[in-house]
Every structure is written in C-alpha cells, then in structure tokens.
C-alpha cells in the first residue's frame, strides 16, 4: 500500500493568519483617524459656543448699557485669537407692563431685547458652502433680556 503525504496546510494557515493582522492593523489605524477628528471636532465646538458666547455677551452690554440695538447683523472678527468670526444681530420689542413705583395709573415701559450670535471658523457666519465640511464648526446662542424704560443708562432689570 502506497500513502501519500499531504503537503501545504501549513501555509494556508500562514496566509490566513497574516490576512487577519492586515485586517486588525487597517482598523486600528482607522479607529485612531476616527478619535483624532471626533477630539479636534470637539475643541473646535467648544471654541464655536465660547465665541458665540462672546457675541451675545457684547449684544447685551451693547442692548443694556447703551440701549443700541441694531437689527443689521454686526460681524465680531475674531479669527486672529480664536480663529472664528462671529455674527450678532438684535431685535428689541416695547411693550408696557405694571406700574412706574410712586406713580399710580402710570404704566411701566419696557423692552425686550433678543439677541443671536452665530459664530464660524470661516470669515462669515453662517458659511453654506463650508457647512458640508469636516473641517467646518458653527453654534449659534440666543438669549433674552429685558430692560426698564426708564430714561436712565444703563437700563434697569425688568
């Protein structure tokens, strides 16, 4: 009886092993590239609401002690420190509510102010043709206030 050997197990195996750890390395090298972007999108989302932050920041000062409120949008370039620019727009809205104190049937002037901040790492905020990019960040903030017409700067808290 004649028995023949059979040869070659040994380097399938081989080529399977080896096409495996090629498997493991490209994901690993993936992962790596995924958690660097998230981290970089990260910083760059916190810089975006820090300087949306700053912009309505101004918008109050500029709406409660100056009592200047501009409908047109007002662009804060700050792209040499932060590297983002930041657009601020206002709206105020009078309206009457209670009584002036010490002064029965008088009617309290007031006004509300909304102010918005949109801020970008791009040269104008909001930047549609970037908005698809990785690289792009915007937030936007909005608040409220509301001032006592009083004929005093700066205006009292209502």
């Known amino acids: 009886m004649n028995i023949h050997k059979q040869r070659g197990f ?5 080529i399977v092993i080896v096409v495996v750890l090629a498997m493991l390395g490209v994901a ?5 590239t ?10 760059l989302s916190a810089r975006a609401w820090q300087a949306a932050r700053a912009g309505t920041e101004w918008g109050l000062y500029k709406a409660l002690r100056l009592n200047n409120c501009s409908s047109a949008p007002i662009t804060l370039d700050l792209r040499s420190d932060t590297g983002f ?10 309206f009457s509510e ?5 002064s029965p049937g008088t009617s309290q002037a007031k006004t509300s102010f909304t102010i918005s901040a949109v801020a970008c ?4 905020c909001p930047d549609n043709a970037k ?5 792009y960040t915007e937030r936007r903030r909005v608040v409220t206030a509301c001032g006592l017409q009083n004929g005093v700067l700066p205006l009292d808290p209502c």
Request: aromatic share 4%; glycine share 10%.
């Open 131 to 135: 908005a698809s990019t990785l690289e």
């Open 98 to 102: 209670g009584e002036v104190p010490g």
């Open 28 to 32: 690993s090298a993936r992962l790596t």
């Open 34 to 43: 995924t958690q660097q972007t998230g981290a970089a999108q990260d910083i």
């Open 121 to 124: 790492n791009s040269a104008a």
């Open 10 to 14: 040994g380097y399938i195996a081989a």
């Open 85 to 94: 620019a930041v657009s601020v727009t206002c709206s105020a809205f009078n």
